[in-house]
């Protein structure tokens, strides 16, 4: 089966700039979930999608990252405007569903550097 | 979700087998212990999960002890392609957030 797909790989941008990132699940996958993963450290949790609806954006710093996941499949995670903090890399994962301890399978990640 | 309690890094010959501690000594009854590793530039990979039995797959296995409040990860025969991040987490059942710690970085050496 295929993967969790994200691109871009690699972003850079300068601070004040804007920037999105895009993420396919896995096909049926109805869990979604945006992380961000800063070096050194373990990824953490943005946002969680259910199908198209928002479980948890509790960690999501609102007044500048929004996340859409139009038709419950793809999804796009948005920084506007970026500051020199937000440089790390940006991970999608999907799973089966929520809970029922179904694992979740993560994309190798968008790396983004503000300059 | 309880924390847990890695070592930061540990060394391992290729071919012999790695065996990654971890304590979650807060552990609630309905919580599963996962392990998932992050190999350089790219995303965690699911490894393993387990509530109380020890598990095995195909690419570990997870003993847990009887009164749960410490696990080990075992790669039977570590390869050099093992060399990773690995991640011990706790996640209630029902609950799908994984918090990851710092993990322990493994080394396997020719």
């Known amino acids: 089966e295929a993967g969790v797909a994200q691109s871009p790989r690699y972003k850079i941008i300068e601070k004040r700039q804007s920037v999105a990132f895009w993420c396919n699940p896995i096909s049926g996958h109805a869990t979604l979930y945006w992380y961000q993963q800063i070096l050194g450290q373990g990824p953490k949790l943005l946002i969680q999608?259910?199908?198209?609806?928002?479980?948890?954006d509790s960690q999501l710093p609102k007044d500048r990252f929004s996340a859409e996941r139009l038709k419950g499949v793809d999804s796009t995670l948005k920084i506007q405007p970026a500051k020199l903090e937000d440089s790390a890399v940006y991970l999608c994962?999907?799973?089966?569903?929520?809970?029922?301890?179904?694992?979740?399978?993560f994309g190798d990640g968008t790396r983004l550097s503000i300059l | 979700d309880a924390k847990t309690t890695q070592p930061p890094s540990m060394d391992c010959a290729e071919g012999r087998a790695a065996n990654l501690p971890c304590n979650h000594s807060t552990i609630s009854g309905n919580e599963y212990v996962y392990w998932y590793r992050q190999i350089h530039s790219q995303g965690p990979q699911y490894i393993i999960h387990?509530?109380?039995n020890n598990e095995t797959n195909e690419m570990a296995s997870l003993i847990i002890t009887e009164d749960r409040k410490s696990s080990t990860l075992i790669l039977p025969h570590a390869t050099l392609r093992d060399t990773a991040v690995y991640y011990c987490?706790?996640?209630?059942?029902?609950?799908?957030?994984?918090?990851f710690g710092k993990g322990t970085m493994l080394l396997v050496s020719p």
């Open positions: 387990g509530l109380k």
């Open positions: 987490i706790v996640r209630a059942s029902g609950y799908s957030t994984l918090t």
């Open positions: 999608f259910q199908n198209n609806g928002v479980v948890d």
């Open positions: 994962a999907s799973s089966l569903e929520t809970g029922f301890n179904q694992p979740q399978h």
